[in-house]
């Protein structure tokens, strides 16, 4: 049990264009749901948090119109990197809450790279 | 404001050798530690965490607040334990974790 996608699993794509990448909580139901971002060989960096029926909660430092958090339903959360830039190139990676035993479990990842 | 430390970046022993990762914390309340574990292009995945006091692959992890530590060991390590292993803390109500900037461990045959 609890399993977290993420679609797509890699996606490239030209500077100032927008991604959307998904993250779905397959046989749980989350409200709570986590965006993380990891650089090469680094350590995770949480983004946002994201609430469903709520607006998502940024960590300092990240754009919040840049990086936009849709958490519409308690199995599906979407982050949108808006007009991304190179420097946006990254490995992005979603959690989810269970409520049971209220552990974060991480999805696959996706690995953008803007060109 | 909490902060988790793990000193060794890298590493090495010899199969069946005792294996022990270090992990610090600070928080000024009572937290909630995990150790997670990333295998080559995997996901990050839960290993334990304190409150289940169980041993998972033969990892333990025991909470030491005298010392503000959660350092896991293993007696004897397998080439298949190879993996970042990151270890993290829970502080408050609201599911957010602090991560440290993980250990990457090789088990050589």
């Known amino acids: 049990g609890a399993v977290v996608s993420q679609h797509p699993s890699r996606v490239i794509c030209k500077s100032g264009t927008s991604v959307k990448i998904e993250c779905r909580s397959l046989d749980f139901q989350a409200t709570t749901m986590f965006w993380y971002r990891q650089f090469p060989k680094q350590s995770l960096m949480l983004m946002a948090t994201?609430?469903?029926?709520?607006?998502?909660?940024?960590e300092q430092g990240v754009e919040k119109d840049k990086f936009l958090i849709n958490h519409a339903s308690l199995t599906l959360s979407t982050l949108t990197v808006t007009s991304a830039h190179p420097e946006d190139s990254s490995f992005y990676i979603c959690?989810?809450?269970?409520?049971?035993?209220?552990?974060?479990?991480f999805g696959p990842g996706t690995r953008l790279l803007v060109l | 404001a909490q902060r988790v430390t793990q000193p060794e970046k890298l590493l090495s022993v010899f199969k069946g050798a005792p294996v022990e990762l270090k992990c610090n914390y600070s928080?000024?309340?009572?937290?909630?530690l995990f150790w997670y574990v990333q295998y080559s292009r995997q996901r990050l995945q839960l290993l334990l965490r304190h409150i289940s006091r169980e041993s998972i692959k033969g990892f333990t992890a025991d909470l030491n607040k005298g010392e503000t530590s959660f350092h896991l060991k293993k007696p004897f390590a397998q080439e298949e334990d190879s993996a970042m292993y990151y270890c993290a803390l829970r502080g408050g109500s609201n599911y957010k974790l602090t991560f440290g900037k993980g250990t990457l461990l090789t088990v050589n045959p």
């Open positions: 994201s609430n469903e029926g709520s607006k998502a909660t940024y």
């Open positions: 928080y000024s309340g009572s937290p909630e």
């Open positions: 959690s989810a809450v269970t409520s049971g035993d209220e552990t974060q479990y």
